[in-house]
């Protein structure tokens, strides 16, 4: 079940980050994609993917600390940033399944897209 409050903070998030440019807003919203409900974690990335190309440092960011790779991947797949390709690449080979075949599926959208 969505957890009403923490929809409410996405919503939040996205207008400081998108309207104001503050980037700590941003860097919340990567954080979204680790939560425990995947209504968030799907806002979170809708979110994300709407806001293109200024996604892409907060995702590498993520990637480079471990964090929510599942999600970051699929992100980094429906937004068809080609800058993260070989992150991609590194993540299909991670020894987490769910996290190998989430990079898989978005190196298959990169292709698609180019």
């Known amino acids: 079940m969505m957890r ?3 929809t409410a903070r996405l919503f939040a998030l996205q207008t400081l980050w998108r309207r104001l440019g503050v980037r700590s807003a941003g860097r ?8 425990a409900d995947d209504d968030v ?3 979170a990335g809708m979110f994300l993917v709407q806001a293109g190309k200024r996604s892409i440092p907060y995702l590498k960011e993520a990637i480079h600390k471990r964090e929510h790779l599942e ?3 699929r992100v980094i797949g429906d937004l068809g940033a080609v800058e993260l390709e070989p992150e991609l690449r590194a993540l299909s080979r991670d020894s987490d399944p769910r996290v190998a075949t989430a990079a898989d599926d978005a190196l298959r959208l990169l292709s698609l897209k180019e």
């Open 41 to 43: 974690r799907t806002i």
């Open 4 to 6: 009403v409050a923490a």
């Open 28 to 35: 919340a919203l990567v954080r979204g994609l680790g939560d």
């Open 71 to 73: 999600m970051a991947a």
